[in-house]
């Protein structure tokens, strides 16, 4: 070989070493040549967590790994920048399927994949059971019950355990026992059950009966039985509620006649042992018209739209602490407002419009102008709106979670052809859907498309998840079920 071809030879094996070198550099670094769009492009990456374990999962049709119990995630890296089709299967199971795109120097996320079973098993708890009503965890239920002389409240416990509380011919004997010549018996046509409220620790309710001219109230201890009326003479009730952090104390609001021929506003705490009502005395102009609880003090809505927080003095009083919102909210005449607050988020309902109070900003933020439901999330960063047929979400804080949300974001999730008639949360990214025809999950991660599975027939049924149990309670056509089949 002569010394030209030899020094030819040198540099082009040095220009090879300089070339490969920087190939390899940049290949290192994440970047690749995209032979779609002809141009070098850097990449991104992908991670999937998926339940059950033991799914397969395929990325555009290609298999490429089995999940097991000790590894139920994947992370896949070098991705080109574009939209890939992920599908995850399992044998019994729903598949789920969803187009995302990768970004440069992003790793896409899908974390909270759940495969469902396609056969769950509703079994039958209960029949002939007219109403139903859940305690704020549902871990017990309330059944009212058709039997032969009328009807019965029965205790059913999550863990599926059954206690008769009471008949309809108790109420009328109780009424035999303590009658005065300024009480009446109740008629058994009259003893309509209107609403059964909890108490926070679920060890009573105040059961709330209609007759043909009043509502009455009877507090009932779920460890004794024990029964008694709560009587507010010629109060009318527009909210009576329990002390979540004391269920020995009611307070009550509602409004009675006065001298000048209209109503007035007034307040009353029940306490035992005694079940006396007394009064709290009220400043006229920031007299509530709504209340609820924040740990253990009292929040109301005064009629001039300002809404306060304070603690009852001496059983007489309330002194303010607080003044929540910096521009008072108009207040409508001949519109009912109710005031439901938590886990700490303050929610007015005005009708059936919603709004919440934007705590950073003291002022409340309109979220709905129709409302039949709505559920707290369990993150406390959302809620889901049933509007009837529709279902909305609402950001209450900045969800950093893909895909990415921030705080007021509102968002149209799902739309029924049929009416909707109750929803819960299964976990934060989750809803069950309770609608005319049966029972339907559905994620809340919308990008390319929802992944919606229906997961039994039933006829305008309601739907109870009972968290720490993963079991579900449905009531249809005067029977109670449950399944705990949805999370296997």
Known sequence: MRKTQKKILFFALVLFFILSSFFFVFYSQGYRFDFKNKRVVQ??????????SGAEIY???????????LFNSLFLNNLIPQKYTIQIKKDGYHSWEKTLPIEELKVTEAKY???????????????????????????HFILKQKIKNGWQLVLLSSSLKKEVLLKEEDISSFFQAQKTKSKKVLSKKAQNIQNIIWANDERKILLQLDNEKQTRYFLINLENKKIQEINLDDVKIWEIKFNPKNSNKLYALGTKPNK??????????????????????LIPDIAPITFDFINGDIVWLSKDGFLFRGKLKNHSSLSVSEIFNLRPKEIQENTKYRLKILRGNVFLFEGEKLLWL????????SVSEAVKDVKLAPDNKKIAISTGNQIWLFYLQDDYQQPR??????????????????????????????????????????????????ISEFKSPQVFWVQNKKRLFAFSEQKVFFTDDILR
Request: hydrophobic letters at 40%.
């Open 405 to 454: 949300r921030l705080a007021l974001d509102k968002l149209l999730l799902t739309v029924s052809e049929t009416e909707i008639k109750n929803i819960a949360w299964l976990n934060p990214y989750y809803l069950i859907i309770a609608y005319e025809n049966g029972i339907k999950i559905t994620e809340i991660d919308n990008r390319s498309h929802l992944n919606e599975i229906i």
């Open 59 to 69: 990325l555009n049709g290609k298999y490429l790994k089995k999940t097991n119990f």
């Open 260 to 281: 000048t021929g209209g109503v007035s506003w007034h307040m009353f705490v029940i306490e035992e042992p005694t079940f006396l009502p007394n009064e709290i005395k």
């Open 358 to 365: 934007d705590q950073i900003r003291h002022l409340f933020v």
């Open 43 to 52: 990449t991104g990456g992908l991670f999937l967590k998926i339940i059950p």
């Open 113 to 139: 994949i759940i495969l469902f079973p396609k056969k769950i098993d509703f079994q039958n708890v209960e029949g002939n059971v007219k109403q139903i009503f859940p305690s704020p965890s549902n871990e």
